[in-house]
Every structure is written in structure tokens, then in C-alpha cells.
């Protein structure tokens, strides 16, 4: 039976629910969408509109990655949640900034009517370890 690994990193994004921030199975993990707050609030969106909260959604993903020693080049595929598809184009630019030249995942977006705390965008990842 595949072993599944639960990571909580201390240094993570303090989690707005009951989930681990992201799960190891064999070669792959399964991060956690992150929502745009501030990672020692995760009551507190950051200001601004879809930029600002694309920015620090991609942040508080780095910073999981990071306590597993990956970047942004390991991602294979990710979903993003939008509550407004007029917001595609912005949320794209920004996202498309965090990745190497040529390096894009596979991706899905996903239009829905709310997110937790209120937010504008979520994402989610899965990494190729």
C-alpha cells in the first residue's frame, strides 16, 4: 500500500480549516489550495483586488513548496478557483510570473460563487517530486 506522508509546516501559511498544508504520495504531492491572507492571519485577505490576492495566493504556495525543498519548475498541474471570470486575464498575468520561461503546468479554472474568507482566487497544486 502506497505511504502517505502529512506535512505541516510550522513555517507555512496558518491553515483557515482542518487540512494539512500539503500530502506526499510516492512521487507526487498533493498541495493545499492557499487563499490569499496574510500567513499568521489566515482571517485577514491582503488588500488590493485580484492582483494583490493572485500575488500572495502564489506566495503562500512558495512557501509550502519550500519546506519540501521544491520550486515553482516541479509543479505538473494546478487548479485555480475564480470567483469572477472577469478576473482571468489579471490573475493570469500574475500567475504566469511565478513560473520558469516555458515551464507551465497543465491547469484547470474553475468559475466559483464564493471562496473561504471571502477571497477572489484560490489555487492548488500537484508537484512532481
Known amino acids: 500500500m502506497l505511504e502517505l506522508q502529512h506535512i505541516v509546516s ?15 504520495a510516492g512521487d507526487f504531492l498533493f498541495v493545499t489550495g492557499q487563499m490569499p491572507t496574510l500567513p499568521e492571519d489566515p482571517n485577514t485577505l491582503v488588500a488590493g483586488g485580484i492582483e494583490e490576492q493572485t500575488k500572495r495566493v502564489m506566495d503562500n504556495l512558495k512557501i509550502v513548496l519550500s519546506s519540501q525543498s521544491l ?6 498541474f494546478a487548479r485555480v478557483y475564480l470567483v469572477n471570470f472577469q478576473d482571468f486575464d489579471r490573475m ?10 516555458d515551464r507551465l503546468p497543465s491547469r484547470t479554472c474553475i468559475g466559483v460563487t464564493g471562496l473561504a474568507v471571502g477571497a477572489l482566487v484560490e489555487i492548488d497544486f500537484v508537484v512532481a517530486c
Open 71 to 76: 520550486g515553482f519548475d516541479r509543479i505538473a
Open 92 to 101: 493570469n498575468k500574475v500567475y504566469r510570473s511565478f513560473f520558469p520561461k
Open 10 to 24: 510550522s513555517q507555512g501559511p496558518k491553515r483557515v480549516g482542518p487540512f494539512s498544508h500539503a500530502v506526499r
